[in-house]
């Protein structure tokens, strides 16, 4: 683990929330034996701190050894199948290390659910510049800002997709084959699960439309984040330039475009309807950003890759993020910070939304 400042007062970079705002009740001195088994030393003269700005997982600031690290593990309650994998991760990561310099270092894993409630990993704490929700702030307020950003979105993705998978050890990471029908037949079970089979009309015209769709794969799989935005990004401290990319809990391998399509589901535009701008997940509405079809362009100029067939897996991750809210509110926020964002949302407005796009309304 890297070692950063020995006086113990947390990073000034990491906005943090107090221990008790974790939703989860952590033995602290559990896992400082586990930590002491695996040769790492707990420090307990600080008192560990949760990040802010996650919706899910439970991120927490700890001292170990000299050094800060994040203790990962998945929210309190009933997971997704699938979802929130800290094995997956670190298997990742631990692969990415030599290949891919903004993947973070996952020290451990713990399978052992008695030790924090859950799996968790131990990461190296990176510091840098986080741009969450729809401020732009630590960054200038400036149209300059918005286009660098923008271009740094579209390069940082292209970079992730350019990792050979193969040379990297992750040849059996996920299942590319039918990538994108698969995806689509689990958003929409996951939908029903949560509904209890109720069909409400926009969710099930996006439904319908999803399975109407005679869709093939036109591009050769590559490695995918699956969840990549912008506070996915922690940024260089003096450059507009990925330092670490976060968040690897469901990568996998498959179709590009279900990446882009990812990114562009938390695009917001100025002129969209109020259920995308209460989203608050990414300043693409200020000044200078590029709009979504500019973004997507761009990819593919940037890649070589085609934008044909584009409109599915646009129209699935608008989809996907009005279930991963139906999911979100069901599994009830561990904060009230976040709490308030997921409350503001309403996932029908987000499948008519969807219904929208797949009706060439919107990009």
Known sequence: MTTTDHALQPPASAPLLPAEETGVAFDWPRIAAYLAEQG?????????????????????????????????????????????????????????????????????????????????????????????????????????????????????????????????????????EGFLTRTAKGWIARAASILNGERPAACAAVVDWLEAQDQEEANAPVLLHNDFKLDNIILAKDAIAPHKVIDWD?????????????LLSYWTEADDPECMLKLDQMPTAGQGFMRREQAAMAYAERTG???????????????????????????????????????????????????????????
């Open 250 to 262: 469901m990568a996998t391998r498959g179709d590009p475009m279900m990446d882009v399509a990812t």
């Open 40 to 176: 790492y030393r707990l420090d307990p003269g600080f008192t560990p701190r949760r990040f802010v700005g996650g919706l899910a997982n439970v991120n927490m600031l700890l001292r170990v050894d000299d050094g800060w690290a994040v203790l990962r593990r998945p929210p309190p309650g009933p997971l997704p199948k699938g979802a929130h994998d800290m094995a997956r991760e670190h298997k990742v990561l631990n692969a990415l290390g030599p290949h891919l310099a903004i993947a973070p270092q996952s020290i451990l894993f713990c399978e052992d659910e008695s030790v924090a409630g859950a799996p968790f990993q131990l990461l190296a704490y990176h510091e840098g510049r986080v741009v969450r929700g729809g401020d732009i702030s630590p960054l200038p307020p400036t149209a300059e800002t918005g286009v660098a950003l923008s271009a740094m979105l579209v390069d940082t993705l292209a970079s992730i997709h350019a990792v050979d998978t193969e040379t990297a050890g992750l040849s059996d990471l996920g299942r590319p």
């Open 305 to 363: 890759r085609s934008l044909e067939g584009f409109l599915f897996p646009r129209v699935l991750a608008i989809f996907k993020l009005g279930v991963v809210f139906l999911q979100l509110r069901a599994l009830g926020a561990q904060n009230a910070k976040a709490s308030a964002r997921i409350d503001a949302v309403n996932p029908h407005e987000l499948f008519q939304f969807a219904l929208d796009v797949a009706h060439g309304k919107r990009f």
